[in-house]
């Protein structure tokens, strides 16, 4: 974040700069790299400015209020990235408690907003949730986006699991790895109706290099705020 802000000039004294340029020249710091910098000016524009006062004309006295507003605002700036870098600190203490309590998702059970899992040894298992009893046609995909099974079933109102061996339309075995559902339901009049998916896996991982962290079942990746319920391990399993 960069902060700047304007402030009007006054004449220069026995050559030196306007101690006023200095606070609007550091106002513009930013906010990153600022904390160094804004004490180094803060200490040249004290410096600057009992020069002035030392050198003003009797005649004509330097405005001791502009100097007064420009050292409030000085501060002012000071206090913005002081603020800035808190800020920074808080989002990284709460970005490393996130991913601590994403590493502790590791082995459990997890159920979570999703129409992609995998196909493991034979099987593949989803949660479907239904506002009406009625019918579907529930179409599986591989990873590329191919069909390879179409199913027609009913649907009960409220969850239910939707089991899959793997067998394709062709009658052969699917081999292991991600497959999605869409399950296009209607209910006992025909009305369409939108069936809600699940999916249910262990957590293997966690990728940790994004904004935030995402559980990885497989090459599956979930993001916490899509998970619904948790199964811890039990004790020695």
Same mark, same amino acid.
């Given at each position: 974040?960069?902060?700047?802000?304007?402030?009007?000039?006054?004449?220069?004294?026995?050559?030196?700069?306007?101690?006023?340029?200095?606070?609007?020249?550091?106002?513009?710091?930013?906010?990153?790299?600022?904390?160094?910098? @804004?004490?180094?000016?803060?200490?040249?524009?004290?410096?600057?400015?009992?020069?002035?006062?030392?050198?003003?004309?009797?005649?004509?006295?330097?405005?001791?209020?502009?100097?007064?507003?420009?050292?409030?605002?000085?501060?002012?700036?000071?206090?913005?990235?002081?603020?800035?870098?808190?800020?920074?600190?808080?989002?990284?203490?709460?970005?490393?408690?996130?991913?601590?309590?994403?590493?502790?998702?590791?082995?459990?059970?997890?159920?979570?907003?999703?129409?992609?899992?995998?196909?493991?040894?034979?099987?593949?298992?989803?949660?479907?949730?239904?506002?009406?009893?009625?019918?579907?046609? @529930?179409?599986?995909?591989?990873?590329?986006?191919?069909?390879?099974?179409?199913?027609?079933?009913?649907?009960?109102?409220?969850?239910?699991?939707?089991?899959?061996?793997?067998?394709?339309?062709?009658?052969?075995?699917?081999?292991?790895?991600?497959?999605?559902?869409?399950?296009?339901?209607?209910?006992?009049?025909?009305?369409?109706?939108?069936?809600?998916?699940?999916?249910?896996?262990?957590?293997?991982?966690?990728?940790?290099?994004?904004?935030?962290?995402?559980?990885?079942?497989?090459? @599956?990746?979930?993001?916490?705020?899509?998970?619904?319920?948790?199964?811890?391990?039990?004790?020695?399993?």
């Amino acid at each position: 974040m960069t902060v700047s802000t304007t402030t009007s000039s006054a004449a220069n004294v026995a050559g030196f700069q306007n101690a006023g340029s200095v606070a609007a020249a550091t106002s513009s710091t930013n906010a990153s790299g600022g904390s160094t910098s @804004i004490a180094n000016n803060f200490d040249q524009f004290l410096t600057l400015l009992t020069t002035q006062l030392r050198n003003q004309s009797p005649l004509d006295p330097l405005d001791t209020n502009q100097f007064t507003a420009q050292l409030v605002q000085f501060a002012g700036v000071e206090q913005q990235l002081k603020m800035n870098d808190t800020m920074s600190a808080l989002l990284a203490l709460n970005k490393t408690n996130t991913s601590t309590d994403a590493v502790g998702f590791i082995g459990s059970t997890i159920t979570a907003d999703g129409a992609t899992t995998p196909l493991k040894n034979g099987a593949a298992v989803w949660q479907v949730s239904s506002p009406a009893a009625g019918s579907a046609t @529930i179409t599986i995909k591989n990873s590329s986006g191919s069909v390879v099974q179409t199913i027609q079933g009913s649907l009960k109102q409220g969850d239910q699991t939707f089991a899959w061996d793997g067998t394709t339309s062709t009658g052969v075995k699917a081999p292991d790895g991600d497959y999605t559902i869409t399950v296009d339901g209607k209910d006992l009049s025909g009305t369409a109706i939108t069936a809600r998916t699940e999916i249910i896996g262990v957590v293997d991982g966690v990728d940790l290099t994004g904004a935030s962290p995402l559980l990885k079942i497989g090459a @599956i990746s979930v993001a916490i705020e899509n998970v619904k319920r948790v199964i811890k391990p039990q004790s020695g399993a």
